[in-house]
């Protein structure tokens, strides 16, 4: 089993930054590959970013490439995202997931998940 718990989400201004941690406890974190995906109220769970288990490839949502970064410190069990030059749009709950393989754009593919962090942005 993994325990995956984020943090840093909170209230910004258009075009400010956050950086998004996910701690992982349990099975070994540099095994897993990470995905992180957002949920904005009435809309479907969609993907954001992922890396896989060594962090030597990471892959975006065309909506946030070029702003947001995805990486991992599997020697603290912790991955990040950084999201910058942050929109109204961006605005949802974040969750980052693990899974022991390759890593996917599709939710489903996950076996882990954390509880969500709140991101908002005000225009």
């Known amino acids: 089993q993994v325990q995956l718990v984020e943090s840093g989400g909170g209230l910004v201004q258009v075009g400010d930054s956050l950086r998004l941690s996910c701690s992982a406890s349990?099975?070994?974190?540099?095994?897993?590959?990470m995905g992180w995906f957002r949920q904005a109220p009435g809309k479907e769970r969609e993907f954001v970013a992922g890396i896989r288990w060594n962090g030597n490839y990471t892959y975006y949502a065309d909506s946030v490439k070029g702003r947001f970064a995805l990486s991992r410190d599997n020697a603290k069990n912790t991955g990040y995202l950084q999201m910058n030059s942050l929109k109204p749009e961006d605005t949802a709950v974040y969750y980052c997931a693990a899974e022991p393989f390759g890593g996917s754009r599709i939710a489903s593919a996950y076996t882990y998940w954390g509880q969500g962090t709140q991101v908002t942005v005000a225009s």
């Open positions: 349990g099975r070994t974190f540099s095994t897993l590959a």
